[in-house]
């Protein structure tokens, strides 16, 4: 089984072309476009890692960063946050993410950031 990446952002248009990107690397990918669809159905998995959007339509990505690194079962696996209006400096205000990713993002940058830190060593 490849790598594995969990998606929570809600614009459609963003959403499919990071899973497209994505599937084109080889991962594994599960895409969730609001909190609610990301708490439902992405409890029984343990991607390599979550790239998070900051607004969502219920609520907030940087509360969902909070949850996962709190969690035993979560908080070793990697969190990319993005945004079009936050900062790095805001994030860090308020979860522990490995790193921000600002919209509108380059792909190439994207999949760098991606590939780095599920391949950092452990």
Known sequence: ????????????????????????????????????DFNLNAKNLT???????VMLPDGSGLDI????????HTKNIPVLMMSAHAKMSEINDHCKAQGFISKPFDIY??????????????
């Open 1 to 36: 089984m490849g790598k594995s990446v969990c998606v929570l952002e809600d614009d459609e248009g963003i959403r499919d072309v990071i899973l497209l990107l994505l599937k084109e690397e080889n991962y594994d990918v599960a895409g969730f476009s609001s909190i609610a």
């Open 47 to 53: 991607p390599d890692l979550f790239l998070l959007d």
């Open 65 to 72: 960063c909070t949850v996962l690194k709190a969690s035993e």
């Open 109 to 122: 940058d994207l999949l760098k950031r991606v590939d780095h830190q599920i391949n950092l060593p452990s």
